[in-house]
Nanobody, 117 residues
Framework: QVQLVESGGGLVRPGGSLRLSCAAS????????MGWYRQAPGKQREVVAR???????DYADSVKGRFTISRDNAKNTVYLQMNSLKQEDTAVYYC???????????WGKGTPVTVSS
């Protein structure tokens, strides 16, 4: 089994930056896609960014050019660098990994990000 623990969330002013980290316990292979999702109050969870084997990435249109996802396979860690933050980025951010060998998604408990002046 795999456990995911997110960190790095907090309160930041509009235009500021945060870097989220998600550390995974257990074995994750480089082919297993990882991603960041977010859920704002009263809204459904949505994908923010994903990174797949070969480090191909994709982003939600709302964060393109501002957010960057990366991973360190040796550390079983995925990151989300968030720049030029906006109030609408306020949400709880969740880390996700899909393990091909089990055919299952795993989720962290989330880290809150609040963008406010």
């Amino acid at each position: 089994q795999v456990q995911l623990v997110e960190s790095g969330g907090g309160l930041v002013r509009p235009g500021g930056s945060l870097r989220l980290s998600c550390a995974a316990s257990g074995s994750i292979f480089s082919i297993d896609p990882m991603g960041w999702y977010r859920q704002a109050p009263g809204k459904q969870r949505e994908v923010v960014a994903r990174i797949r084997g070969g480090d191909s990435t994709d982003y939600a249109d709302s964060v393109k050019g501002r957010f960057t996802i990366s991973r360190d396979n040796a550390k079983n860690t995925v990151y989300l660098q968030m720049n030029s933050l906006k109030q609408e980025d306020t949400a709880v951010y969740y880390c996700n990994v899909y393990l091909y060998r089990y055919g299952m998604d795993y989720w962290g408990k989330g880290t809150p990000v609040t963008v406010s002046s």
